[in-house]
């Protein structure tokens, strides 16, 4: 129906308003949080881990607009320099495992046979245990810390984008463009990085930015079990975890850390989203 | 004819973009008489199917309004109805189907049921009777043993036995009008036939009224009593078939008819006309008792007992250097998969290609790398076959860089000259496929093939998806470039027209076999095999007087089912 459907500016980059409008937001509060982090020396009124027992447990005020925790630290303060480690924990946590399993992916879905085979068994062995069990028993091989936490993320985390990839590599390199590269004599690796990966990864960027926000939650989860960020650090998991023995009589200290970690989702999934129709993944 | 059953009168149709309306159908007036069959003529983009959808009011996106004109229809104005008697209407009045049945059936549904479902809704009988009224439509429709394909499923059917329980699915409403939108332009010839001949047949029992949309003037000329032209939304002419095909009024109906391709008295000089003396020159290609299998049903762990389906059985061919050589048959008679075992592309189970001299079986890499260097291809689908991440400049200049058969600074001026060569604007270096229309695309797919500088072109049926006018361009294009740079073609094609206009050389193929071999004019003038003589008998000749033949013939043969769609 060729007549029916809009058809887009040479260039395709004029959007609609309602194509627009998520990119805009999610690029936005990612950019909030980013300056955030960037400017937290600045930006923060108060020491993040200095301790204060004049001020414990005080509910948000002028003063602490967040409010105080059970060792009498600002809040807002710490909420600012767990921006940090938070974007930190959500940007590593994603990338490494993008990396190793988009090149694995396409590895495997465009050679076959015992390759696919090969890395296809090792994903199923991967996927057989519970995510988070897997992780704790490297985390507690490692040792605590936000690095073990990075490489088990890249250990276990990049089967998703393994077969994520796999499965588009497959379809596409049956289709007349992929054909027609190997009738003119390309390369292999060209045909797999230049014309398959391209084409391909569109699903795996939106998949990312979804990611992005589990990440972030098993990073507060394994903070939360003690193998990850280690007290006084300021991290949002964290101060939700030490909020938890307070929810009845100091809800805020749980409440803010919490909205922060909400935010920065809502964040990630729009600019998810804005991408996903940016890139063409649901043409 | 008695009196119209349907009268549009200016009907307009608008879309309203941001910023911007555009007009789509512009005061489109037209009568449909009683058991009478309209041709809707025209192009992609002319709207003729968004006509037809605006008669039911089911137009493709909500930014798409009807601003004006009224539709009469047994003295109501549908227009003006509410939804809720537009839902009457729809399927019970008008009835449509589509040109491709495998995604207006549902997958899950046996046929049976999907007919009944009409005859109940729309009828209001139930039960065993409603199950009789089903069965009677299979048998109307040329179900062979309706009772047993009763409890079909739609993917046990071909297509073209799709496209009867689609006529079937419509049929069970007991509409007025039927609505035919392109229904024979995925079939082979002869299943065509067939179902041109079932419409009529429907015509004549049922007393309907058909509009039928296509853009092969050929099957307009062998079935409707009536055309009507459009383009660019506009109604160009309409009139008595006779009158408009013998004496057509506008220029662009004029066009469309010496575009049709079987027009056999302006015959084109083929390619290459004084053949090279065969003797004296090494055959360019040469093909051994080929055969390609592949394996079905096979497992890991039942290996051994795969069995294998013969997609090619014992192909014996030579094309020399500079020869046009087209090759013809019906879907899953084997050519794109010939195709693709001469470039390598498919691997072969036994038999020699050889290329100038080089086995392809024993010399594998040798053969490939001058292969590869030698010889191109240019794909069905144009969208398809171009990588949409990249513009053509970097498409064509890709092939040129890997090449390497001129320097790296050259290639600007050499993308440009295969721009020149094809008909493309040099602007087009920075477009990137979906931006561009279909002939557009397939001409850069044409550029991407010579960039190789090759021999040797093989096109797979690649002018398939293009609209006639477009059609009758590239094969022009090609009929150009294989005189002026000497090229070697093979040209596969289903459709014999076109192939009996650019081909000096035709061979036939059926179920993995070459059937007949010979000079275009032999070969379709006095065709040896009974299955090529079906072939061209199926063809619908834009002579009205000349009947579509063959018929009964090419019941006869039985579907075959094509390597390309098997996973």
């Known amino acids: 129906m060729s007549a029916g459907t809009v058809s887009s500016s040479p260039a395709g980059w004029r959007l609609r308003l309602s194509q627009r409008l998520p990119l805009v937001i999610g690029a936005g509060i990612l950019l909030f949080f980013l300056l955030l982090a960037i400017g937290a020396p600045v930006v923060a009124p108060y020491d993040p881990i200095l301790q204060n027992g004049a001020t414990r447990l005080q509910p948000p005020s002028l003063l602490h607009p967040f409010g105080t925790d059970n060792f009498g630290r600002d809040l807002l303060s710490r909420v600012i320099w767990g921006t940090r480690i938070d974007l930190q924990i959500a940007l590593i946590g994603v990338v490494f495992p993008f990396v190793i399993g988009t090149i694995v992916g396409t590895i495997a879905g465009f050679f076959g046979g015992i390759v696919d085979a090969l890395f296809m068994r090792l994903i199923d062995i991967i996927l057989a245990f519970p995510f988070l069990v897997l992780m704790l ?96 650090v300021a991290e949002w998991g964290v101060m939700v975890a030490e909020g938890q023995s307070f929810i009845t009589t100091a809800w805020w200290i749980t409440l803010f850390p919490g909205l922060s970690i909400v935010c920065l989702a809502f964040g990630f999934s729009m600019l998810g989203d804005a991408l996903g129709e940016l890139l063409g993944v649901h043409e | 004819m008695s009196a119209s059953v349907l009268s549009v009168r200016d009907l307009t149709v608008k879309a309203h973009l941001q910023g911007e309306t555009r007009t789509l159908l512009q005061g489109v007036s037209l009568d449909l008489a009683k058991g009478e069959i309209l041709g809707l003529v ?35 104005d549908l227009t003006a109805v ?73 993917h046990e059917l071909s297509g073209g036995m799709r496209q009867r329980a689609m006529i079937g699915v419509a049929l069970s409403c007991n509409p007025q009008i039927l609505i035919a939108d392109e229904p024979t332009t995925a079939l082979d010839v002869t299943i065509q036939a067939q179902i041109l001949k079932l419409l009529m047949d429907i015509r004549d029992r049922h007393g309907l009224s058909i509009i039928l949309i296509t853009h092969d003037l050929g099957v307009v000329a062998q079935t409707c009593d009536r055309i009507a032209v459009m383009r660019g939304g506009r109604l160009l002419e309409q009139g008595l078939k006779r009158t408009i095909l013998s004496a057509p009024q506008d220029p662009y109906t004029v066009r469309l008819i010496h575009s049709h391709p079987s027009m056999p008295d302006v015959a084109l000089p083929a390619v290459s006309a004084p053949a090279p003396s065969r003797a004296a020159t090494r055959p360019l290609l040469e093909i051994d008792d080929l055969h ?29 250097p500079g020869e046009t050589v087209g090759i013809v048959g019906e879907s899953g008679s084997g050519k794109s998969t010939l195709a693709r075992a001469l470039l390598g592309l498919t691997p072969i189970s036994s038999g020699h290609v050889s290329f100038d001299g080089i086995d392809l079986f024993q010399q594998r890499n040798a053969g490939l790398a001058r292969l590869r260097r030698e010889a191109a291809m240019v794909f069905q689908d144009p969208f398809n076959a171009l990588n949409p991440r990249l513009t053509i400049g970097q498409t064509l200049a890709e092939v040129l860089k890997v090449q390497k058969k001129i320097a790296r600074a050259d290639i600007p001026s050499r993308v440009d000259e295969l721009l020149d060569l094809v008909g493309l604007e040099r602007e087009f270096v920075n477009r990137k496929p979906r931006s561009m229309s279909g002939g557009q695309c397939q001409r850069a797919g044409i550029a991407r093939a010579l960039a190789v500088d090759p021999r040797l072109i093989i096109a797979d049926e690649c002018v398939a998806a293009l609209d006639v006018t477009i059609q009758a361009q590239i094969i022009d294009l090609f009929r150009k470039l294989a005189r002026d740079l000497n090229l070697t073609l093979i040209f596969i094609a289903h459709d014999l027209a076109i192939v009996r206009n650019l081909c000096e050389r035709t061979v036939v193929m059926y179920r993995g076999e070459i059937v007949e071999d010979g000079r275009s004019e032999d070969v379709f003038s006095r065709p040896k095999h009974p299955y090529t003589a079906a072939l061209i008998a199926a063809i619908p000749d834009i002579d009205p007087d000349r009947q579509l033949l063959g018929h009964t013939d090419a019941a006869s043969l039985e579907p075959i089912q094509s390597f390309k769609r098997m996973p």
């Not at chain 1, 590269?181 to 391909?200: D, E, K, Q, Y």
């Not at chain 1, 990312?208 to 989860?221: H, I, N, Q, R, T």
């Not at chain 2, 839902?87 to 899950?108: C, W, Y």
Request: charged content about 15%.
């Open chain 2, 42 to 76: 025209g192009e992609s983009g002319s709207g003729k199917s968004l006509f037809c959808r605006s008669l039911v009011r089911l137009l493709p996106s909500s930014l798409l309004k009807i601003e004006g004109g009224t539709i009469l229809f047994e003295e109501r």
């Open chain 2, 292 to 320: 390609v299998r592949y394996p079905t049903g096979g497992s890991l762990f039942r290996g051994k007992n795969a069995r294998t389906v013969g997609a090619l059985s014992g192909v014996n061919l030579q094309i020399m």
């Open chain 2, 82 to 154: 509410t939804d809720a008697e537009m839902l009457k209407v729809r399927g019970a009045e008008i009835g449509m189907i589509f040109q491709n049945p495998t995604s207006h059936l549902d997958p899950v549904m046996r046929i049976g049921d999907q007919i009944l479902e009409g005859i109940r809704y729309h009828q209001g009988i139930n039960g065993r009777d409603a199950r009789a009224a089903a069965i009677e439509i299979l048998a109307q429709i040329g179900f062979p043993e309706p009772v047993r394909q009763y409890d079909s499923y739609p």
């Open chain 1, 137 to 232: 028993s490297i985390i507690a091989i490692l040792g605590p810390g936000l690095s073990s936490f990075y490489i088990a993320m890249a250990l276990v985390g990049w089967v998703s984008y393994a077969r994520l990839i796999r499965a588009q590599i497959l379809v596409l390199k049956n289709s007349d463009y992929a054909v027609a590269a190997v009738s003119l004599g390309f390369g292999r690796f060209r045909i797999m990085f230049r014309h398959l990966l391209p084409n391909a990864i569109a699903g795996s960027i939106v998949f990312a930015m979804s990611d992005a926000v589990l990440v972030l939650l098993s990073g507060a989860a394994v903070s939360y079990l003690g193998l990850g960020v280690q007290p006084p």
